[in-house]
């Protein structure tokens, strides 16, 4: 499509961003439009593969992205009760040149100032929260609360699981609670000394888990995360405060190890699970969906985040590689739907990375070599 494309991205989130990044790097005039008054320090950690350094790569924040976060030693998972452990997958250098980039644990907001780095200044406008979309022929009104109107070539959904840009596509639908809880802490890790904590764990149990990390390199910030079955909870619940109590409580069979961690959390958080049926359809008209908006997955394989960001590489490059924006986002959809659809349905089995198995599929995926013509 021609550079002079104006192109609206409803949703300042990682999927957003990133694929702002790419698309001003290839010339595009791309503006940010995020219903937040502004950015702050809010949400806990992400991990990220292979994949996503080579996106990193391409906008050129790889190394610092690095150097903020950590690279773990290993992804170990663990029996809740017994402690053995089941899996120990190391990444080191081997693994790197294997799969063609590193792995990374990194706070997501340093992630995200990371990612804003990228952007061209004036990109992003806050306080913009879209109320709709209509097609005007030859282009895309968006309507926003706050009473303004804006005019674009093509509009891309980045605006997570209640996306405004999905209901004009597809209807309005709730999104789907899974049944169980998340309880997430993020706390200093002078509360766990002498507690043997592995940079990246996963304990696995009767129909629950707990994932434990690292943030930076420094080690000296711990982000632990839970998800344990509940019927007290639904889709439109609001997150709420928890307490170490509740971990405790989800866990009453912990290993010395894991109660160890468990007492040491602090500054806890409850909210529920969602994620939404899957729906193949993407786009209608000028307006496309990434990231949640999309194909929401549960958090039990650690790749939503993932998803979102090679969404971004490949919806990029099929934007600038047909001739209409309905082209491009067929292209898009048909490139990347088998290899989400395998993640959402490993996702609900949360079977990942329990056992030994091959990884090479996921973690060796590079969403700059995808063929996208024979997508098409």
């Given at each position: 499509?021609?550079?002079?494309?104006?192109?609206?991205?409803?949703?300042?989130?990682i999927?957003?961003?990133?694929?702002?990044?790419?698309?001003?790097?290839?010339?595009?005039?791309?503006?940010?439009?995020?219903?937040?008054?502004n950015?702050?320090?809010?949400?806990?950690?992400?991990?990220?593969?292979?994949?996503?350094?080579?996106?990193?790569?391409?906008?050129?924040?790889?190394?610092?992205?690095?150097?903020?976060?950590?690279?773990?030693?290993?992804?170990?998972?663990?029996?809740?009760?017994?402690?053995?452990?089941?899996?120990?997958?190391?990444?080191?250098?081997?693994a790197?040149?294997?799969?063609?980039?590193?792995?990374?644990?990194?706070?997501?907001?340093?992630?995200?100032?990371l990612?804003?780095?990228?952007l061209?200044?004036?990109?992003?406008?806050?306080?913009?929260?879209?109320?709709?979309?209509?097609?005007?022929?030859?282009?895309?009104?968006?309507?926003?609360?706050?009473?303004?109107?804006?005019e674009?070539?093509?509009?891309?959904?980045?605006?997570?699981?209640?996306?405004?840009?999905?209901?004009?596509?597809?209807?309005?639908?709730?999104?789907?609670?899974?049944?169980?809880?998340?309880?997430?802490?993020?706390?200093?890790?002078?509360?766990?000394?002498?507690?043997?904590?592995?940079?990246?764990?996963?304990?696995?149990?009767?129909?629950?888990?707990?994932?434990?990390?690292?943030?930076?390199?420094?080690?000296?910030?711990?982000?632990?995360?839970?998800?344990?079955?509940?019927?007290?909870?639904?889709?439109?619940?609001?997150?709420?405060?928890?307490?170490?109590?509740?971990?405790?409580?989800?866990?009453?069979?912990?290993?010395?190890?894991?109660?160890?961690?468990?007492?040491?959390?602090?500054?806890?958080?409850?909210?529920?699970?969602?994620?939404?049926?899957?729906n193949?359809?993407?786009?209608?008209?000028?307006?496309?969906?990434?990231?949640?908006?999309?194909?929401?997955?549960?958090?039990?394989?650690?790749?939503?985040?993932?998803?979102?960001?090679?969404?971004?590489?490949?919806?990029?490059?099929?934007?600038?590689?047909?001739?209409?924006?309905?082209?491009?986002?067929?292209?898009?959809?048909?490139?990347?739907?088998?290899?989400?659809?395998?993640?959402?349905?490993?996702?609900a089995?949360?079977?990942?990375m329990?056992?030994?198995?091959?990884?090479?599929?996921?973690?060796?995926?590079?969403?700059?070599?995808?063929?996208?013509?024979?997508?098409?």
């Open positions: 499509m021609d550079r002079a494309t104006r192109i609206a991205i409803v949703g300042a989130g999927a957003g961003l990133t694929a702002a990044g790419l698309l001003q790097q290839q010339g595009y005039g791309v503006t940010v439009f995020e219903q937040a008054e950015f702050s320090r809010i949400g806990a950690g992400i991990i990220l593969g292979a994949s996503t350094a080579k996106v990193m790569r391409r906008l050129g924040i790889e190394d610092v992205m690095v150097r903020t976060g950590i690279k773990p030693d290993a992804f170990v998972s663990r029996d809740v009760a017994s402690g053995a452990v089941l899996n120990e997958f190391v990444f080191d250098a081997v790197e040149r294997r799969f063609g980039g590193p792995f990374v644990n990194i706070h997501r907001a340093d992630l995200h100032r990612l804003v780095s990228r061209k200044p004036g990109s992003i406008r806050f306080e913009h929260h879209l109320a709709g979309l209509d097609e005007t022929g030859d282009g895309v009104r968006l309507t926003f609360v706050n009473g303004a109107r804006v674009a070539d093509l509009v891309i959904g980045a605006d997570g699981i209640r996306s405004v840009v999905r209901e004009a596509i597809v209807g309005r639908a709730t999104p789907r609670y899974v049944g169980k809880v998340a309880l997430r802490a993020v706390f200093p890790a002078s509360r766990a000394v002498g507690v043997p904590i592995r940079d990246c764990t996963k304990w696995w149990g009767e129909e629950r888990h707990l994932l434990s990390y690292f943030m930076t390199e420094r080690r000296d910030e711990c982000y632990v995360m839970a998800a344990v079955p509940s019927d007290a909870w639904h889709a439109d619940s609001p997150p709420g405060p928890g307490s170490r109590e509740d971990f405790l409580a989800a866990f009453p069979t912990a290993h010395p190890d894991l109660r160890a961690l468990l007492e040491a959390t602090d500054n806890v958080s409850l909210l529920p699970i969602c994620d939404r049926v899957r193949d359809v993407w786009s209608a008209g000028r307006a496309v969906l990434m990231g949640d908006a999309c194909h929401a997955v549960r958090p039990f394989m650690a790749a939503g985040g993932s998803m979102a960001i090679e969404d971004a590489a490949i919806l990029a490059r099929a934007i600038a590689a047909c001739n209409s924006p309905e082209q491009a986002f067929h292209v898009y959809a048909a490139s990347r739907i088998p290899r989400v659809g395998d993640v959402q349905r490993i996702s089995e949360n079977s990942w329990k056992l030994p198995g091959d990884t090479s599929w996921f973690f060796g995926y590079d969403p700059f070599s995808d063929a996208l013509d024979q997508a098409a």
